[in-house]
């Protein structure tokens, strides 16, 4: 399976929807989800300013108003994104305003799959994002059902991470993956992140090992994408 995603660079990504609603009705939340919060470096913009393991957002059970700051991501795409057609890259995805550090920019959606469905899909696993736990893994397939977060290239100097978020379910394995600007973000620069696989660990359904050439035109480019 090729699919990007966190940390582990084994192989790609996620938006809540029904099949994943479906799975986690009567799901519990934690008793004061509050307590949980990682609160560090989130200001009162609603800006988080660098990736952290898991952040809370207040949800559905706290008293609080849709507008808390706590409810960073949960609202949905706020900013102007257009989709183009890059030189090497087959489509891409850029802002068409200036973004401040630390924005959240949109969601990875798509359909939620147990990590043995995602092994037998062939062909289309480019758009895979694999959720990053080794012992139960879980994947989002955004090759059927997805949003524009889909379209985003990889960069080996990207402007944005994937944050792992829980709003309004405590379910640790299966977080949502937001889009958060990790620099000013210019009007027209196209949004990457580093789609984090590591080289010669992608392989085909006979053991090869995969190769894919990356054309982020950075600087610091290591000239493979896996
Ligand atoms: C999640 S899709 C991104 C959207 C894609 N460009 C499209 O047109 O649908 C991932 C695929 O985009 C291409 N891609 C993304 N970033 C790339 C890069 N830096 N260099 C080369 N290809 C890239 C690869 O084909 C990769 O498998």
Same mark, same amino acid.
């Given at each position: 399976m090729v699919a990007h995603g966190h940390g582990h660079g084994l192989t790609g990504l996620y938006m809540a929807f029904p099949a994943f609603l479906l799975f986690f009705q009567g799901s519990a939340l934690p008793a004061s989800p509050l307590s949980s919060l990682v609160h560090s470096n989130n200001n009162n913009d609603g800006a988080i300013l660098e990736v952290k393991p898991l952040v809370y957002e207040c949800g559905p059970h706290c008293k609080c108003p849709p507008s808390c700051y706590m409810r960073v991501s949960q609202h949905g795409i706020k900013i102007k994104l257009e989709l183009f057609k890059t030189e090497s890259r087959g489509w891409g995805v850029r802002s068409l305003e200036s973004i401040p550090v630390g924005s959240f920019v949109c969601e990875y959606a798509g359909e939620l799959l147990e990590d043995k469905q995602a092994e037998v899909l062939t062909g289309k696993d480019e758009y895979l994002f694999n959720l990053g736990n080794e012992e139960d893994p879980f994947t989002i397939d955004a090759a059927r059902k997805g949003n524009i977060g889909r379209f985003i290239n990889h960069s080996c100097s990207p402007n944005m991470y994937a944050q792992d978020v829980l709003y309004e379910y405590d379910e640790t394995r299966?977080?949502?993956?937001?889009?958060? +600007?990790?620099?000013?973000?210019?009007? /027209?620069?196209? /949004?990457?992140?580093?789609?984090?696989?590591?080289?010669?660990?992608?392989?085909?359904?006979?053991?090869?090992?995969?190769?894919?050439?990356?054309?982020?035109?950075? +600087?610091?480019?290591?000239g493979r994408l896996y």
């Amino acid at each position: 399976m090729v699919a990007h995603g966190h940390g582990h660079g084994l192989t790609g990504l996620y938006m809540a929807f029904p099949a994943f609603l479906l799975f986690f009705q009567g799901s519990a939340l934690p008793a004061s989800p509050l307590s949980s919060l990682v609160h560090s470096n989130n200001n009162n913009d609603g800006a988080i300013l660098e990736v952290k393991p898991l952040v809370y957002e207040c949800g559905p059970h706290c008293k609080c108003p849709p507008s808390c700051y706590m409810r960073v991501s949960q609202h949905g795409i706020k900013i102007k994104l257009e989709l183009f057609k890059t030189e090497s890259r087959g489509w891409g995805v850029r802002s068409l305003e200036s973004i401040p550090v630390g924005s959240f920019v949109c969601e990875y959606a798509g359909e939620l799959l147990e990590d043995k469905q995602a092994e037998v899909l062939t062909g289309k696993d480019e758009y895979l994002f694999n959720l990053g736990n080794e012992e139960d893994p879980f994947t989002i397939d955004a090759a059927r059902k997805g949003n524009i977060g889909r379209f985003i290239n990889h960069s080996c100097s990207p402007n944005m991470y994937a944050q792992d978020v829980l709003y309004e379910y405590d379910e640790t394995r299966i977080p949502h993956v937001m889009f958060f +600007a990790q620099e000013v973000i210019r009007p /027209l620069e196209e /949004l990457t992140y580093d789609y984090n696989y590591k080289i010669d660990q992608v392989r085909d359904s006979n053991g090869n090992i995969k190769k894919k050439f990356c054309y982020c035109g950075s +600087a610091e480019c290591s000239g493979r994408l896996y």
